[in-house]
């Protein structure tokens, strides 16, 4: 067990994983919108499809910091 929660590891259960799949598809579909919007490579292309990433992680993680989507680890 970590001392910092931070840094703990989340097992997801059935409903985590499917929602996780559902934060990441909602990503993937706004980011697959901007691309046909804005096909040329450019700087602020890449920024925002890097800050997306790093927003998709965050999403995912605020899910799985939730009780009713991990799995019960013993000794927690």
Do not use: W, Y
């Not at 259960?13 to 990503?27: C, L, P, V």
């Amino acid at each position: 067990m970590t001392a910092n929660k931070e840094f703990e590891v989340h097992l997801l259960n059935d409903q985590g994983k499917r929602k996780a799949a559902a934060i990441a598809q909602a990503f993937d579909t706004c980011l697959t919108d901007l691309l046909a919007i804005l096909p040329e490579p450019s700087r602020e292309m890449s920024i925002c499809r890097t800050k997306m990433e790093e927003a998709c992680f965050f999403a995912k993680k605020a899910m799985a910091s939730r009780s009713e989507n991990t799995e019960n680890i013993s000794g927690r």
